[in-house]
């Protein structure tokens, strides 16, 4: 049995903006972003949380929110309709292990149409093991 290096849980906090980032349906590495990092490997995401700091506008566009392994690993596409200002949701309700180079990133994924305006912020609990 490995021991687990429990520091405590630890929050990466991801930021998606339009006026930075841009609204081509396309996916976007945030945890490429100047002060962002991507996850350790063995990391054990316990949730991840987001926040609209500003509506996300477009024309039947979606976002969704994962890794290089799969876009939707922490959200599904969601309809920017429902991606109102101040619109908070708890993503992750199953645990999920950082096991691979492909699940260290961080990315959201547009879908559909393009985006024309909007701001997201993403935090990630985990824990180290």
């Given at each position: 049995?490995?021991?687990?290096?429990?520091?405590?849980?630890?929050?990466?906090?991801?930021?998606?903006?339009?006026?930075?980032?841009?609204?081509?349906?396309?996916?976007?590495?945030?945890?490429?972003?100047?002060?962002?990092?991507v996850?350790?490997?063995?990391?054990?995401?316990?949730?991840?949380h987001?926040?609209?700091e500003?509506?996300?506008?477009?024309?039947?566009?979606?976002?969704?929110?994962?890794?290089?392994?799969?876009?939707?690993?922490?959200?599904?596409?969601?309809?920017?309709?429902?991606?109102i200002?101040?619109?908070?949701?708890?993503?992750?309700?199953?645990?999920f292990?950082?096991?691979?180079?492909?699940?260290?990133?961080?990315?959201?994924?547009?879908g559909?149409?393009?985006?024309?305006?909007?701001?997201v912020?993403?935090?990630v609990?985990?824990?180290?093991?």
């Open positions: 049995m490995s021991d687990f290096k429990n520091d405590g849980l630890q929050v990466q906090e991801y930021e998606y903006d339009f006026d930075v980032d841009g609204g081509a349906v396309a996916a976007i590495d945030l945890s490429a972003k100047p002060g962002s990092r996850l350790p490997l063995g990391a054990f995401v316990k949730a991840v987001y926040s609209v500003n509506a996300i506008v477009g024309t039947s566009s979606t976002l969704a929110a994962g890794n290089t392994t799969s876009a939707t690993t922490y959200e599904a596409a969601t309809a920017e309709a429902t991606l200002a101040d619109y908070a949701i708890d993503t992750a309700t199953t645990p292990m950082v096991n691979s180079a492909g699940d260290q990133d961080f990315l959201v994924t547009i559909t149409a393009v985006l024309t305006a909007g701001k912020k993403f935090y609990e985990y824990y180290v093991r």
